[in-house]
């Protein structure tokens, strides 16, 4: 089974509205986190937002916000009042376990690309 | 420019040829990370160190590939006797110890096996 599901392969959005990338994730571990990473075509992976499992709010950063909802182990990005810059590669991922960042797998993305 | 740092960027070489890769992590970061990407895919885990040791490595880590990080600070991902699958990009990451916080990733190395 895969551990982090993206089932949104791209996405359009017009410029200022906001836009929902889906994920679903799969554990057994009850302490894990959840992460978003943007990869513009230059290659960077940038960090976006992190949620942990136990972590009762949702965590935002800016225009970014995680709707998490554990019981049906969905993290959803939200990015609100979308820019032409968020035009990227977007990946879900999960480091599962405790004792801090080890490894993490990631989804196979979803494209964005913002509309004027 | 405080970041983490890969070279090259791009390289090129022939099927049965070695290969090397730098990563030079964020100066304070005591984790630093491989992950190799193939296109149309997220990042797969290869392997990571905290400080000098490798605490873990991926079954996609072959005998073919070697990873180092002899001092603690920078590391190298060699790629022996190269074959046309080994075509990716291989990303380094760092982060610190003790937080649930985020790795910091570099720009990658893009490897083309011809």
């Known amino acids: 089974a895969q551990k982090i599901t993206q089932t949104q392969p791209g996405m359009f959005v017009q410029e200022k509205e906001a836009v929902t990338l889906d994920c679903t994730y799969d554990?057994?571990?009850?302490?894990?986190?959840l992460f978003w990473y943007k990869q513009p075509s230059s290659g960077e992976m940038i960090f976006l937002i992190y949620?942990?499992?136990?972590?009762?709010q949702n965590a935002t950063e800016g225009r970014y916000s995680l709707n998490f909802q554990k019981a049906r182990k969905s993290a959803n990005l939200v990015i609100s009042a979308s820019q032409l810059g968020d035009s990227a590669m977007y990946f879900c991922?999960?480091?599962?376990?405790?004792?801090?960042?080890?490894?993490?797998?990631f989804g196979t993305g979803t494209k964005l690309q913002v509309i004027p | 420019d405080t970041g983490v740092s890969q070279n090259p960027r791009h390289k090129i070489t022939k099927r049965g040829q070695n290969v090397t890769f730098r990563c030079d992590p964020i100066s304070e970061h005591n984790r630093l990370y491989w992950y190799r990407q193939t296109l149309g895919q997220g990042p797969e885990f290869l392997t990571y160190f905290q400080n000098e040791a490798q605490l873990e490595k991926s079954r996609l880590l072959s005998d073919r590939f070697s990873a180092e990080r002899p001092k603690g600070s920078f590391s190298t991902l060699e790629i022996q006797r190269t074959e046309q699958g080994d075509s990716a990009m291989y990303l380094c990451?760092?982060?610190?110890?003790?937080?649930?916080?985020?790795?910091?990733f570099g720009q990658g190395t893009r490897l083309t096996v011809v």
């Open positions: 991922a999960m480091r599962e376990g405790s004792g801090g960042y080890q490894k993490v797998t």
């Open positions: 554990t057994s571990d009850q302490s894990y986190g």
């Open positions: 949620q942990g499992s136990y972590d009762e």
């Open positions: 990451a760092s982060g610190i110890t003790g937080l649930n916080t985020e790795a910091f």
